[in-house]
């Protein structure tokens, strides 16, 4: 049975950086990050691609159905047990369809979410220092910030009346993050 974490956070929060490192640091874990998978998948100018592109270069949110077929592709392709999934869920709508989802299927459990919290200060900071794409300006991030805050709260309490939720800070260095984040991972394996 594969065992699933999702990191959740804003834009450039540093989730799948932390996620990066982790799975370098641990043979054992695979990552995927649902932004990376998505922009790769618009870049191959594919159909699916196209569409995607309507969305994510508004900072809107993806269908859900195109979302749930690629983090259950990655982890199934996955060749280890313990899977990190960043930038999922976005949305209640994401979050009620995973849980759905997940309930009906015996090859992987959810054993975690860990929310890299950040001020929107340090947010905006590093997306707009980054620039990584035509979505990477001040109308663009607040539009992606109010998507990630408006669900944010009851995603929260989902998760806690779960009692998988940890919530770390992404103020930190990167070292200190990423190792409260691979010590939560072990904790729940």
């Known amino acids: 049975m594969k065992k699933l974490f999702l990191i959740i956070g804003a834009p450039g929060s540093g989730k799948t950086t932390d996620a990066e490192l982790i ?4 043979e054992n874990i695979s990552h995927y990050s649902t932004g990376d998978m998505l922009r ?4 191959s100018g594919s ?12 900072g809107n949110i993806v269908p ?6 690629t983090i259950i592709n990655a982890i199934k392709a ?6 990190i999934i960043d930038g999922y869920p976005r949305s209640i709508e994401q979050m009620d369809a995973l849980d759905s989802y997940l ?14 919290a950040v001020s929107e200060e340090t947010a905006r900071d590093r ?11 001040n109308e663009i991030f607040n539009n ?18 779960s009692n998988i939720l940890k919530v770390v800070s992404g103020e930190g260095t990167i070292g200190s993050i990423v190792s409260e984040i691979e010590n939560f991972i072990q904790s729940k394996i």
Do not use: C, H
Request: a negative charge; aromatic letters at 6%; charged letters at 30%.
């Open 23 to 26: 799975a370098q640091r641990n």
């Open 40 to 43: 790769a998948e618009v870049a």
């Open 47 to 58: 159909d699916i691609g196209k569409e995607l592109d309507s969305f994510m270069s508004k």
């Open 64 to 69: 859900i159905a195109i979302v749930i077929e």
């Open 78 to 83: 996955s060749t280890n047990d313990i899977v």
């Open 103 to 116: 309930s009906n299927e015996k090859f992987v459990t959810l054993m975690g979410v860990i929310e890299v």
């Open 127 to 137: 997306v707009l220092g980054r620039a990584r794409g035509t979505d990477d300006n």
């Open 144 to 161: 992606r910030m109010k998507v990630y805050l408006d669900p944010l709260k009851e995603i929260q309490e989902f998760y806690v009346k």
